[in-house]
C-alpha cells in the first residue's frame, strides 16, 4: 500500500486512525502514572517476587518448549487457513487474532505448567500482595498501556534494522 493509499483509506475509515491516537496517548498517559508511582515507591528492600528454584537444564527444556509451541501454532493456524481460507487474499483479522490467542495461550500455558511444577513445598504465593479481580484488571491494563511506547519503539527499530 502506497503513502496516498494509506491516506485516501485513513481519511474514508477514520476508526482504525483514533484507535491508534487512544492507545499512543493511552499508552504515554500510563506510563507517566507508572513512572510517578514507580519513584514514590522506590525501596530498597527484597523484591516480593522470589527467584524461580528451576536448573539450567530444565530452563533450557522449557525454552525449547516454548519454541516448538511458537512453530506448531504457527503451523496449525497456516494449515487451517490453506484448508479454510481464501488463499489468495491475505489472511483476515479473525484468522490473526486466533493466530495470536493460539499461541499466547499454549505459552500461557507451558509457563504456568513450568512454574508450578518446579515449586519449592514452603513456597507461598507468587506476590504476597493479594489484589481484587478489578484492581489486578485496572493495574494489569495500566502497565500494558504502560508498555505499548516500548513496543512501538522496538517494533520501529527492528523494521529499521531488516
Not at 5 to 15: C, K, S
Not at 37 to 62: H, K, N, Q
Not at 115 to 125: A, Q, S, T, V
Request: contains cysteine; hydrophobic residues 50%; charged residues 10%.
Amino acid at each position: 500500500m502506497t503513502p496516498e493509499e494509506l491516506q485516501a483509506y485513513l481519511r474514508d475509515h477514520p476508526a482504525p486512525l483514533f484507535y491508534g491516537a487512544f492507545l499512543f496517548f493511552g499508552s504515554l498517559v500510563s506510563l507517566f502514572i507508572l513512572a510517578n508511582f514507580l519513584r514514590r515507591r522506590r525501596r530498597l528492600e527484597a523484591p516480593a517476587v522470589g527467584t524461580w528454584p528451576i536448573g539450567g537444564l530444565d530452563f533450557a527444556l522449557f525454552l525449547v518448549a516454548l519454541l516448538l509451541w511458537f512453530i506448531l501454532s504457527g503451523a496449525v493456524v497456516s494449515t487451517l487457513y490453506q484448508q479454510f481460507g481464501d488463499t489468495e487474499s491475505p489472511p483476515s483479522a479473525l484468522t490473526t487474532v486466533f493466530g495470536g490467542f493460539l499461541l499466547q495461550a499454549g505459552m500461557l500455558y507451558l509457563f504456568l505448567r513450568f512454574r508450578f511444577h518446579y515449586r519449592k513445598p514452603e513456597e507461598g504465593p507468587l506476590s504476597p500482595q493479594l489484589f481484587s479481580l478489578p484492581a489486578a484488571m485496572l493495574t494489569g491494563l495500566a502497565c500494558c498501556l504502560a508498555s505499548l511506547p516500548v513496543v512501538y519503539a522496538v517494533g520501529a527499530g527492528w523494521n529499521l534494522f531488516l
